[in-house]
């Protein structure tokens, strides 16, 4: 492959994700369980392939050695009635520096994250926490000591648990394999002071092998706020090149539009603000979904190798997709152009998962902000109906290429691609191509005015054969040895068929009574005949 690749049982996969936070729906909106499944309806209409979703430890864990998988339980069963893959964000010790509350704590605080004797407190207000483990006060009376040995030990020994129960639920519930991936912790760090990247690298990776350890493997990551991804990297890099390896697969960033000078500036940095550090896959793990430049950022970031999730779904955080009039969804007005990316981005899912901008990929107009001719792979250009409109080609094979436009456009196709033909259509699950309609091609032209995926390819002419042999097997009979890339006719001279013969390229025997016939197209005439 051309760049690192994220695989679901064991075929490549690109996701299109966002994050939906039910748990803050739940615990600080008060959304029933129906409400939320209609979220996870919608979350499917919208194109996503993948739902990111926070599990709690407290959620699975209430009570010290009493696990209830009632909560878990609801998402899988959600996400493999709506064809969704999920990413389970594992909120165990550590979130932002600290043990949070499962609702918000000046609403409907409810309960910490973690039970009661990983960390107990009577109120949002109060100071007066405990542990069995280590506080460290000198950062927060909610900040866990990372350096406790059996602290990461008793979350490692939750989480596998919690995989295997995946992997019991999994088996019987159709093996539709609905996690395909785990987030461990959230922006890890600590409070007035940070945790050494050593330190915190070491305690993720031992957690994380609560997921290699376990009978449901997938990968594992770690989210990032923008001024420690790069040394976070660096360090689980080098844990993965020492005799302790890491089982922390990659390290992300969570980036948002605030941090940066100007719209063009973070857009700019959607290709460059993961760095490319050994075998680290490149990922922006949150991005302000309200954002109206947000479905334009997701096509930068594939400029830059790059998966992307957006945060988040809805009516939480200041940061969600879509707004709310109380429990009813409110669209924004930039829904339909994620919509649009989404469906070209699943259309030719494993070559997106595969192919690296520049190489075999290209992405036009990834700012969203030209309407000029742009030149890119192997001579195709692209001209954009809107200045928002973006455009993908990929190399499928020397001889074919995706063009993938998100709406109005003109691709333009090189001299060398003279004749070509044309058809729409979508890769499959097989990553074989299913035609859908021809497409015209008009003066190397191809015109789109809807989102969708056209394979050019070389036009093919295919000149049938037949190869005739007469053989005499024994008085009064004989017979033909045919071979030919088609189906062919023989005929008597009256012009009657006699026989139809699939020869699939192979020589096949015919028996027929001596005389004289006609192959195929009463081209080839055969005299049988006796000794």
Same mark, same amino acid.
């Given at each position: 492959?051309?760049?690192?690749?994220?695989?679901?049982?064991?075929?490549?996969?690109?996701?299109?994700?966002?994050?939906?936070?039910?748990?803050?729906?739940?615990?600080?909106?008060?959304?029933?369980?129906?409400?939320?499944?209609?979220?996870?309806?919608?979350?499917?209409?919208?194109?996503? &392939?993948?739902?990111?979703?926070?599990?709690?430890?407290?959620?699975?864990?209430?009570?010290?050695?009493?696990?209830?998988?009632?909560?878990?339980?609801?998402?899988?069963?959600?996400?493999?009635?709506?064809?969704?893959?999920?990413?389970?964000?594992?909120?165990?010790?550590?979130?932002?520096?600290?043990?949070?509350?499962?609702?918000?704590?000046?609403?409907?605080?409810?309960?910490?994250?973690?039970? =009661?004797?990983?960390?107990?407190?009577?109120?949002?207000?109060?100071? !007066?926490?405990?542990?069995?483990?280590?506080?460290?006060?000198?950062?927060?009376?909610?900040?866990? $000591?990372?350096?406790?040995?059996?602290?990461?030990?008793?979350?490692? *020994? %939750?989480?596998?648990?919690?995989? &295997?129960?995946?992997?019991?639920?999994?088996?019987?519930?159709?093996? #539709?394999?609905?996690?395909?991936?785990?987030?461990?912790?959230?922006?890890?760090?600590?409070?007035?002071?940070?945790?050494?990247?050593?330190?915190?690298?070491?305690?993720?990776?031992? %957690?994380?092998?609560?997921?290699?350890?376990?009978?449901?493997?997938?990968?594992?990551?770690?989210?990032?706020?923008?001024?420690?991804?790069?040394?976070?990297?660096?360090?689980?890099?080098?844990?993965?090149?020492?005799?302790?390896? +890491?089982?922390?697969?990659?390290?992300?960033?969570? +980036?948002?539009?605030?941090?940066?000078? @100007?719209?063009?500036?973070?857009?700019?940095?959607?290709?460059?603000?993961?760095?490319?550090?050994?075998?680290?896959?490149?990922?922006?793990?949150?991005? =302000?979904?309200?954002?109206?430049?947000?479905?334009? *950022?997701?096509?930068?970031?594939?400029?830059?190798?790059?998966?992307?999730?957006?945060?988040?779904?809805?009516?939480? $955080?200041? &940061?969600?997709?879509?707004?709310?009039?109380?429990?009813?969804?409110?669209?924004?007005?930039?829904?339909?152009?994620?919509?649009?990316? &989404?469906?070209?981005?699943?259309?030719?899912?494993?070559?997106?998962?595969?192919?690296?901008?520049? #190489?075999?990929?290209?992405?036009?107009?990834?700012? /969203?902000?030209?309407?000029?001719?742009?030149?890119?792979?192997?001579?195709?250009?692209?001209?954009? /109906?809107?200045?928002?409109?973006?455009?993908?080609?990929?190399?499928?094979?020397?001889?074919?290429?995706?063009?993938?436009?998100?709406?109005?456009?003109?691709?333009?196709?090189?001299? @060398?691609?003279?004749?070509?033909?044309?058809?729409?259509?979508?890769?499959?699950?097989?990553?074989?191509?299913?035609?859908?309609? =021809?497409?015209?091609?008009?003066?190397?032209?191809?015109?789109?005015?809807?989102?969708?995926?056209?394979?050019?390819?070389?036009?093919?002419?295919?000149i049938p054969f037949v190869h005739v042999e007469s053989v005499d097997i024994r008085p009064g009979r004989g017979g033909l040895l045919v071979r030919a890339d088609h189906t062919i006719?023989? *005929?008597?001279?009256?012009? !009657?068929?006699? %026989?139809?013969?699939?020869?699939?390229?192979?020589?096949?025997?015919?028996?027929?009574?001596?005389?004289?016939?006609?192959?195929?197209?009463?081209?080839?005439?055969?005299?049988?005949?006796?000794?």
């Amino acid at each position: 492959t051309q760049k690192y690749v994220l695989r679901v049982t064991g075929t490549p996969f690109y996701m299109t994700n966002i994050q939906l936070r039910l748990d803050l729906l739940r615990y600080s909106e008060e959304w029933s369980m129906d409400l939320c499944e209609k979220l996870v309806a919608q979350v499917a209409a919208d194109g996503f &392939n993948t739902v990111s979703v926070p599990v709690h430890w407290y959620e699975v864990e209430p009570k010290k050695d009493r696990f209830d998988w009632t909560i878990l339980d609801s998402y899988l069963k959600l996400v493999n009635k709506y064809g969704l893959k999920m990413e389970m964000l594992w909120f165990g010790a550590n979130s932002g520096g600290h043990v949070q509350w499962l609702g918000r704590p000046n609403k409907n605080a409810v309960h910490l994250r973690t039970p =009661d004797y990983v960390l107990y407190s009577p109120s949002p207000s109060s100071k !007066e926490t405990t542990s069995e483990f280590t506080i460290r006060r000198d950062m927060s009376d909610y900040t866990l $000591d990372i350096a406790d040995d059996r602290l990461r030990e008793r979350e490692t *020994y %939750v989480l596998k648990e919690v995989m &295997n129960h995946i992997a019991d639920w999994d088996a019987a519930n159709e093996k #539709k394999h609905p996690v395909i991936g785990v987030q461990i912790n959230n922006e890890f760090i600590g409070m007035r002071t940070t945790f050494p990247n050593s330190l915190a690298i070491s305690y993720l990776n031992g %957690v994380a092998g609560a997921v290699k350890q376990s009978d449901y493997v997938v990968w594992t990551r770690a989210n990032c706020v923008f001024w420690n991804v790069a040394g976070r990297i660096q360090e689980n890099e080098a844990h993965r090149l020492s005799g302790e390896k +890491t089982n922390l697969d990659f390290v992300g960033i969570d +980036t948002y539009r605030h941090h940066f000078a @100007s719209d063009a500036s973070f857009i700019a940095s959607m290709r460059n603000n993961v760095p490319y550090v050994g075998k680290n896959f490149r990922m922006i793990m949150e991005i =302000d979904a309200k954002d109206a430049n947000s479905p334009i *950022y997701q096509m930068a970031a594939l400029a830059g190798d790059k998966s992307f999730d957006y945060y988040n779904f809805c009516v939480v $955080d200041g &940061n969600a997709l879509y707004s709310n009039n109380g429990m009813e969804l409110v669209e924004r007005a930039h829904i339909g152009l994620v919509r649009q990316r &989404n469906k070209i981005l699943n259309l030719a899912n494993q070559d997106f998962a595969l192919k690296s901008h520049g #190489k075999g990929l290209y992405v036009y107009n990834y700012a /969203g902000k030209s309407t000029d001719l742009e030149k890119g792979l192997d001579g195709i250009a692209y001209f954009p /109906g809107t200045a928002s409109s973006q455009a993908v080609a990929i190399r499928h094979t020397n001889e074919d290429y995706l063009l993938l436009s998100t709406s109005t456009g003109n691709i333009n196709l090189p001299a @060398s691609m003279d004749g070509w033909k044309a058809t729409a259509g979508y890769m499959n699950e097989n990553n074989e191509w299913v035609s859908e309609s =021809d497409v015209e091609i008009i003066n190397r032209v191809i015109k789109f005015t809807a989102p969708a995926c056209v394979k050019v390819s070389k036009e093919v002419t295919s000149i049938p054969f037949v190869h005739v042999e007469s053989v005499d097997i024994r008085p009064g009979r004989g017979g033909l040895l045919v071979r030919a890339d088609h189906t062919i006719g023989i *005929y008597n001279l009256k012009g !009657e068929l006699e %026989v139809n013969v699939n020869a699939n390229e192979t020589y096949v025997w015919v028996s027929l009574p001596s005389g004289y016939y006609v192959v195929e197209n009463r081209k080839i005439i055969c005299l049988l005949y006796t000794s």
